[in-house]
């Protein structure tokens, strides 16, 4: 498997301290990366990328990725595998949660995607983040679901590590 690039929007820390969990299930192929310190060239040197970010106001991307997205293109990913999570809270943002895994969807679609998660188990009211039962990737609530997060972590990367080539 080619070197993983993992890069990830914070404010709060929980998504940077998901992606390194995330980093170390997949061990030495995964490289680590804030957003906000990179450069496109960066991010498209890799042809297996995960990008997280965490959803803040109404469904909205973090700041860092409204940023960069501005240097991209959605032609940009074409011959990427792309994997996308998303870290929100479920309870006091039931009506967006996720959301940001949408908004880095609508940047990457024309990307292979890969790591879609059933919404099962979680505990939201509406998200774009679904095509149908599923979320297009991993869905963390450290809020309110916290105890399976390394559950959701470990089935995800599994799920994953096969579609990196």
């Known amino acids: 498997m080619k070197k993983v690039g ?13 992606c390194k969990v995330i980093a ?4 030495s192929d995964a ?3 804030d957003v906000a310190s990179v450069d496109k060239e960066k991010i498209l040197s890799f042809d ?3 990008f997280a970010s965490a959803t803040y106001g109404s ?3 973090q700041d860092d990725w409204e940023k960069m997205f501005k240097n991209l293109n959605e032609s940009d990913f074409s011959s990427k595998v792309v994997a996308l999570v998303g870290v929100g809270d479920g309870d006091s943002y039931g009506d967006t949660f996720v959301e940001s895994i949408y908004h880095l969807y609508q940047k990457v679609k024309s990307a292979k995607v890969v790591g879609r998660v059933s919404k099962e188990g979680y505990v939201f009211e509406e998200s774009q983040a679904l095509d149908g039962d599923e979320f297009l990737g991993l869905a963390i609530d450290e809020e309110n679901q916290s105890e399976l997060t390394m559950e959701r972590i470990k089935a995800w990367v599994e799920q994953i590590r ?3 080539f």
């Open 24 to 27: 170390q299930e997949l061990g």
């Open 31 to 33: 490289e680590v990366f």
């Open 48 to 50: 297996n990328l995960i």
């Open 59 to 61: 469904g909205d991307l």
């Open 6 to 18: 993992i890069f990830y929007g914070s404010e709060s820390g929980n998504t940077q301290e998901v």
């Open 162 to 164: 096969g579609e990196f």
